[in-house]
C-alpha cells in the first residue's frame, strides 16, 4: 500500500511536471499566455487633485498589485498577519503602541503603519520575526526603497486605505498639483507582458524574497538565485535543471529548499505568469542569455 502510494504521488508530480514542460517546449517560442491577459483598467482621468475616494482606491490598488504586499500579507501560508481583514491593521495599531515591548517611535495610527512600512524592524508582531532572532529583525523589507520602491505618495495612499477601512479619518495629505497626475497615472498603467528577465522578476514580486541574476537589490525571504544555474540540475534525481526550475515556481512546495519554510512562496504564479516570461525566467536562472 505505502509503496503504491509513493510511485502514484511520484507520477502526479511526474506528469505535472510533464505537461507545464511539454507546454513549454509547444508554446514557449509564440509567447502565448498560459492565462488570457484581463482587458486594461479603465482609467480615470485625474487632473488637478485627488478626492479622498480617490486615494483610497489608488491605495487599495497599490496594496493589491505594485506594493507586492499580498505576496505575503495573505490568508495562504500566513507568513505575515493578515492587514485588510475587519478594521485591519489601522483598527489594531493604538493596541501595538501601547503592547509593552513595543520600541519604536509612533504616536499615532499614521505614524505606526508608516514606521511599519519604512522601518520593519522598529516592532516585530510576535511569532513573525526572523527565525532564530527572537523576533527582533523582521522579514519585511523596507517598502520605501529597495526592491519595492515605493514613493511617499504611495505609502501615503495605503495609510489612506487602511485608515478608511477601520472607519478612521484619513489623516494624510491628498496629492494635488503635479503629484495627483503623476500618481495616478503610475497606477493606471496596465499590465504588460516583461520583455527581459530582470523586468518578469520585478513584475513578480521574486525580488521582494529573492537575490536574482540582474538585480542588485532583492530579499532574503527565498533563497538565494543567483547560484542557482550550478544546483539545479542536481537538485533533484532524474530532474533536468530546466525542468527543476519551472517545477519551483508553478508549485513551490514539490520541493524545500533545505534551511528554507513550505508555503512561504506563492503557489499561484503558473496562473499569472506568461509563457513567454516564464522563458525568460528559467533561461535567466539558467545562467542562459
Ligand atoms: C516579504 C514579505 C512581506 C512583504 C512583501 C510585505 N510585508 Fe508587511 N510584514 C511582513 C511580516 C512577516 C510582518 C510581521 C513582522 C513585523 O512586524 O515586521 C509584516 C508586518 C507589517 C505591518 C504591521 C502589521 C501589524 O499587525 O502590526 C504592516 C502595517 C505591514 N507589514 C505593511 C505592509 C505593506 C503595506 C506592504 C506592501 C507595501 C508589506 N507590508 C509588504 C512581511 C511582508
Ligand atoms: C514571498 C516570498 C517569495 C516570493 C515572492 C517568491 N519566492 Fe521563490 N522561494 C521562496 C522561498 C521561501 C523558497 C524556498 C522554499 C521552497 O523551496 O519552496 C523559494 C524557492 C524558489 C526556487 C527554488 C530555489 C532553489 O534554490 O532550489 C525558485 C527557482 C524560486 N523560488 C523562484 C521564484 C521566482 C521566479 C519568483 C517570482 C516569479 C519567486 N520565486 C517568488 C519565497 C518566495
Known sequence: MEGNKGSSELGRILGFGLLIILAFAGYAKFGIPLVIP???P????ITGAMTKDQFIAMGEKIFNGKGTCTLCHSKVGGRAPILD???GVAGRAMERIKDPLYKGKAKTVEEYIRESEEDPSAYVVAGY???GTNDTVSPMPATNKGAIGLSEVEINSLIAFFEHMAGQDVTVPLPTGEAAPAAASAEAAPPKPAATAVEAFNKY???TCHVVPGVAEGGDMGPNLTKLAKEADSRKKGMTGQAYIIESI???NAYVVKGFEPDIMPSDFAQKITMSEMNLIVNALLGKK
Open 38 to 40: 484581463e482587458p486594461p
Open 129 to 131: 520575526g526572523k527565525p
Open 250 to 252: 508553478s508549485t513551490p
Open 85 to 87: 481583514e475587519g478594521t
Open 205 to 207: 514580486g521574486c525580488v
Open 42 to 45: 479603465h482609467e480615470e482621468k
